[in-house]
């Protein structure tokens, strides 16, 4: 049996799906779908997806109304390891917000963190966990971006 990569989804990548069906981001996210990859994700870090992607901004750069966001949520929530965080490790971050994330990351014991960031999640680095942007996570994986229908 194939072991899939264990990935905990920042926040930014779940916009950038939202956004352009064609890129990196929204490939990713079928990849989920597909149970190619593992997304782990905390119930902090749940909430805050739904905080953002509802957010009037958000619903107008994706075209999206907010019952799109709660079927694309409810769709994930089934897809999701759910994650308990039992260790808190704060501050490791420049940015609390992010915290939430390696939390989750560090609890999952996910392979990576998938972000956009890249540059504030450097010290998830010291547990062990990979920092990559999509393209990143398709090479090292050796995961396929084709988006089939």
Not at 79 to 100: N, S
Not at 134 to 147: D, G
Request: proline content about 7%; overall charge negative.
């Amino acid at each position: 049996m194939k072991t899939v990569p264990r990935l905990t989804i920042d926040t930014n990548i779940l916009v950038a799906a939202t956004r352009n069906v064609a890129g990196p981001s929204f490939a990713l996210m079928q990849l989920v779908r597909r149970s190619a990859v593992a997304m782990c994700c905390s119930p902090a870090l749940f909430l805050e997806f739904e905080d953002v992607l509802k957010r009037p901004e958000q619903l107008l750069a994706s075209g999206l109304e907010p019952t799109d966001i709660d079927a694309i949520l409810n769709e994930l929530a089934g897809l999701m390891v759910p994650v308990t965080t039992h260790y808190q490790w704060r501050p490791q971050l420049r940015d609390p917000a992010d915290e939430m994330v390696l939390e989750a990351a560090v609890n999952a014991q996910a392979n990576a963190i998938v972000t956009y960031n890249l540059r504030d999640f450097k010290p998830a680095q010291r547990f062990g966990i990979l920092v990559l942007n999509p393209e990143q996570t398709f090479q090292q994986f050796h995961l396929t971006k084709r988006i089939e229908p």
